[in-house]
């Protein structure tokens, strides 16, 4: 969804909105600042948690899942409306909530792995988003090509910001245990 808003909004502001290029350049200043605010939130949101008792693992999943899921419900209907006005405030919202998710993401890996792993967990994290990241482009650039417009694009993304919500709630439990910790928490036979 990053990837999406970072390389294909101003193109949506064109195209699907009428803006001319000057204006693109000024409007779409708004959902970028508004992601700014979002990951700079989510480092305040995830200490909050914790200082309430929350557990670090849960305290940084809450701001992924959430950010997850409220950028997927805001980007629907900004991929719906015909007003520009609402269009920039749910791209605003979305953006900041997905970014709120990829802050508190990086915040995760320093809680989710042993002190001498957090380079390696978050290299194969900023890896796997990039990886993904890298088709996002290229998918929206078919998908507008063959529909000549941008609705499906936030869809697809909508649902992808979903289904890692998802991920992240079911799956994403406990801490990495190195092996030494594996070892001592056999017990010897």
């Known amino acids: 969804m990053v990837w999406l808003y970072l390389t294909w909004l101003p193109a949506d502001l064109e195209h699907e909105r009428h803006l001319t290029i000057a204006k693109t350049g000024w409007v779409v200043t708004i959902p970028y600042l508004a992601g700014t605010l979002g990951m700079l939130s989510s480092g305040f949101i995830a200490d909050g948690l914790m200082a309430r008792g929350v557990a670090p693992i849960r305290s940084r999943k809450w701001p992924i899942c959430s950010g997850l899921i409220g950028g997927a419900l805001f980007t629907v209907p900004a991929a719906f409306t015909p007003n520009l006005t609402l269009a920039i405030v ?9 970014n709120m998710a990829s802050g508190a993401a990086w915040a995760l890996v320093s809680v989710a792995a042993p002190r001498h792993m957090v380079a390696s967990l978050g ?12 088709f996002a482009p290229f998918i929206t650039g078919l998908v507008v090509d063959k529909t000549h417009s941008f609705v499906n694009t936030f869809l697809i993304s909508a649902g992808v910001a979903f289904a890692a919500a998802l991920v992240y709630m079911f799956v994403v439990r406990t801490p990495i245990q190195d092996s030494e910790q594996q070892a001592a928490a056999v017990p010897a036979v």
């Open 90 to 98: 749910y791209l605003s919202a979305a953006m900041s909530f997905v």
């Open 123 to 134: 290299s194969i994290q900023n890896f796997g988003g990039y990886f993904g990241g890298s």
